[in-house]
């Protein structure tokens, strides 16, 4: 089915190792969004991508590098993680600015 | 104080029951947008409006500018509209990529 696609679903990660969260969409959407989900906290933007090419900080970008690969793939990276970077992941695009948004079904990372 | 407020927090109702779900912003906006996230964690776009009223089967969103006020509506509510409902905002001015969440209604129907 189209839509975004997010990988790995679930993953644990001790303190101080890297991982690379991946997000494809088939949808040929212009824009696309890293978020995370902590309780009590609501969704917070740490990157985004207008569009292919290029990337700007969010919200709360520290602790994270971010890859367009293309315009299908916007992949999130933790170069050293930490447990406060232990929340839900979601992966979003839209085709502009008018746009809603699609989601992907997130990624629930723990880091001990 | 959050930029997004949203009321009532939790809200229990009913099947069949009219439902609504208040969001006030604090800021000018150039667009708001409703979302809803299943108890399973999915997120879906519900609603972009910018002014006016749009309605999309038994969901009703409206917004007042003037007021910083928009609403969603449900009508004839059913157990399968359980989830948590997002507002979120784009402030004017801003970037259009950048949107400001509101904390959520957490929205339970009976049967």
């Known amino acids: 089915n189209a839509g975004v696609t997010q990988t790995p679903k679930f993953q644990v990660l001790k303190t101080g190792q890297s991982m690379t969260l991946q997000c494809a969409q088939d949808?040929?959407?212009?824009?696309m969004y890293w978020y995370r989900q902590d309780p009590g906290m609501g969704l917070r933007l740490i990157y985004y991508?207008?569009?292919?090419?290029?990337?700007d900080k969010g919200e709360v970008p520290n602790g994270y590098n971010v890859s367009r690969l293309n315009k299908r793939e916007f992949s999130l990276r933790l170069e050293s993680a930490a447990p406060s970077q232990t929340s839900v992941y979601f992966c979003?695009?839209?085709?502009?600015?008018?746009?809603?948004?699609?989601f992907g079904s997130g990624t629930r990372l723990t880091v001990v | 104080k959050n930029e997004v407020e949203q009321s009532p927090q939790n809200l229990t109702a009913q099947e069949g029951e009219f439902i609504t779900i208040n969001c006030s912003y604090s800021?000018?906006?150039?667009?708001l947008h409703w979302l809803q996230q299943h108890p399973g964690g999915g997120i879906v776009s519900l609603f972009m409006?910018?002014?006016g009223k749009k309605k999309h089967g038994r969901l009703i969103a409206t917004i007042n500018i003037q007021e910083k006020h928009s609403s969603l509506h449900i009508t004839a509510s059913h157990p399968r509209d359980s989830a948590v409902y997002i507002c979120?905002?784009?402030?004017?001015?801003?970037?259009?990529?950048?949107?400001?969440f509101g904390k959520g209604t957490l929205l339970t129907v009976n049967p």
């Open positions: 800021v000018g906006i150039s667009a």
């Open positions: 979120a905002v784009i402030a004017s001015g801003g970037s259009n990529y950048k949107l400001t």
């Open positions: 979003a695009s839209r085709p502009g600015t008018d746009y809603g948004y699609t």
């Open positions: 991508s207008a569009s292919e090419g290029t990337t």
């Open positions: 949808m040929n959407h212009n824009s």
């Open positions: 409006l910018s002014s």
